[in-house]
């Protein structure tokens, strides 16, 4: 981690009260995740605020489909994954159901990359994964911040 990501932590942890699992959660991802690898930048993604407590993970696709795609939810960890297939085609180098090309044709460029690759994202405790769809390439996951009673703004009554 960053001298700079340890000093603002060192600094917020004497203003906040019962935090100690949320610093100690960005701490690990700095050093698991930023240290010694550096993320891959495949494929592309957006991540939009739809609303005031709405988001949606969008991943940029084309060539996948539905069957080539996992999209899980554990310890808070989105993970969007492809998922791999075995068999080679020995013709042209393609993985088998890669393409959707016939026996009678043949691959002469193919410049949409259809590679393995697994995103995760750390998803807050109070936010609820609603859905995922593929459409037109891109894979939209949906999600929603849910704020709890207890959490919203009330005013104290002084006795």
């Not at 019962?18 to 010694?36: L, P, T």
């Not at 696709?61 to 492809?82: P, Q, R």
């Not at 460029?109 to 459409?135: N, P, Q």
Request: charged content about 30%.
């Amino acid at each position: 981690m960053t001298n700079k990501a340890i000093s603002i932590f060192n600094q917020l942890r004497p203003l906040s009260v019962g935090y100690d699992d949320v610093f100690d959660h960005f701490e690990s991802m700095f050093n698991h995740q930023y240290d010694s690898i550096s993320q891959p930048n495949y494929p592309p993604y957006n991540i939009v605020k739809t609303g005031k407590y709405n988001y949606d993970i969008q991943v940029a696709l084309a060539g996948y489909g539905k069957n080539d795609v996992d999209v899980s939810f554990e310890n808070s960890v989105l993970t969007i994954k492809a998922k791999v297939r075995a068999v080679q085609n020995d013709s042209i180098g393609l993985k088998d159901g890669e393409d959707n090309i016939r026996e009678d044709e043949e691959m002469i460029h193919k410049g949409i990359a259809k590679r393995y690759f697994s995103k995760s994202f750390t998803i807050a405790e109070d936010v609820e994964i609603k859905g995922a769809e593929l459409k037109d390439g891109l894979l939209s996951v949906s999600m929603e911040r849910i704020i709890p009673d207890h959490k919203k703004a009330r005013t104290i009554t002084i006795k």
